[in-house]
């Protein structure tokens, strides 16, 4: 996994690229706690450029939306990978995150069945 922190003013983009998994997922709730002092508005994850997203990502998200919410922020998800949003959605945590309206159509499409 590769993590990269640029700021917008007072907002905090962390752009996400490869695996998110058991031994680097804490890496992200650790970067986006760091972040999370007021007054930052808005923290904005984007997750494009994942490739592979475990449970433990699921995990890591859920913690750190506490993190920023905790300071008063808002985590936003931005332009999550097909495989991050099918795993929210399975997992039943995608509508705790923020998502546009495109977003939020693509995550329905992404949907499949799964198959064991």
């Avoid at 930052?40 to 450029?49: C, G, M």
């Avoid at 859920?62 to 991050?84: K, M, S, Y």
């Amino acid at each position: 996994m590769s993590l990269a922190l640029t700021s917008d003013g007072s907002a905090k983009l962390v752009t996400v690229s490869g695996e998110i998994d058991m031994s680097n997922a804490h890496l992200l709730t650790e970067l986006v706690e760091c972040v999370c002092h007021p007054p930052v508005p808005v923290v904005a994850v984007d997750l494009s450029a994942v490739r592979i997203f475990s449970a433990h990502g699921v995990g890591a998200l859920l913690q750190a939306q506490h993190f920023a919410a905790r300071a008063g922020a808002t985590l936003l998800l931005r332009d999550p990978a097909p495989c991050v949003t099918y795993l929210l959605a399975t997992a039943g945590a995608l509508a705790n995150f923020p998502l546009s309206r495109a977003q939020a159509v693509r995550c329905a499409s992404d949907r499949r069945p799964l198959t064991w």
